[in-house]
């Protein structure tokens, strides 16, 4: 389960306060060096924790907890504050073009869940919004890119653009977008290719899809599997694409967190959703709130 080891480090943390009285400035300060253990064996960004950990002792150390009748539910509440804060407030919720289409670009490493989450994306836009969504396969590379995409295209009951493997997906994407406004689609979904890391030529392609299409919105798919890699590959597309936003995927295997806790804080960029689990109903709105209430159990 997600977060599991993290939730159990933090609760063995924050039972030893309970019961306690007043808090001395010690106490405190023992709370947030095993505070900070915890995160970094999650695998959150070094300079996260860093900011984290003052943010959270400043406030621990201030009025509001050293004059409080109940200083260990304080200090849980103002970690429980700050942890909401790193992950982004608030859902952010998907751009939306004035005029149909709405165009998403799926971007992400191979393997990270970007033709899975595209699938994803258009059932519950179908089930949410009354979509009628058309997928743009543009991984022109691997051919078993575009008969996955195809076999969730019809899972989903949307239709695929594609012109197999022989052009510049450039192309291929003012086609499809052709289509798409001949067929009224409202939304359109770019699939693009991936490498197993930050390469120029595919960021290349990447830069030449965004200037034609002028998506209004350029998700960047991460696996929370690799942990802060997650952050700091999400920051490389970030600085060439500027993205739009994240799906985190495979949270349903990560029992660590480090994705979740540093890629809003590395690139700035909100979480958008996140996927749970290999089926294409299991994608879900990303809740900073509730995915800090649940880390803390
Ligand atoms: P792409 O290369 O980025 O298009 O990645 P795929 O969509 O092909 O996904 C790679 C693998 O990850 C597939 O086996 C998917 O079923 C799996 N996958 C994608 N999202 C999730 C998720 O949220 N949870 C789990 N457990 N597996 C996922």
Redesign the pocket.
Known sequence: MAFEGLSERLQKVFSSLKGKGKLSEDDVRAVMREVRMALLEADVNFDVVKGFVKQVRERALGSEVMDSLTPSQQVIKIVDDELTKLMGEEAVPLNKAPHIPTIIMMV??????????AGKLAKYLMANDKARPMFIAGDVYRPA?IE?LKVVGEQVGAPVYDEGTDKDPVDIVRNGLKQAEENKNDYVII?TA?RLEIDDKLMDELARIKELAHPNEILF?ADAMTGQVAAKVAHGFDEQLDITGVVL?????DTRGGAALSIRSVTGKPIKFI????KLD?LDVFHPDRMADRILG
Do not use: C, R, S
Not at 108 to 117: E, P, V
Not at 249 to 253: A, E, F, N, P, Q
């Open positions: 992400g490493l191979q393997g990270a869940g970007k033709t899975t989450t890119a996955q699939d991936g798919v995927t495979k949270l349903d295997g996927g749970q689990g290999e299991q």
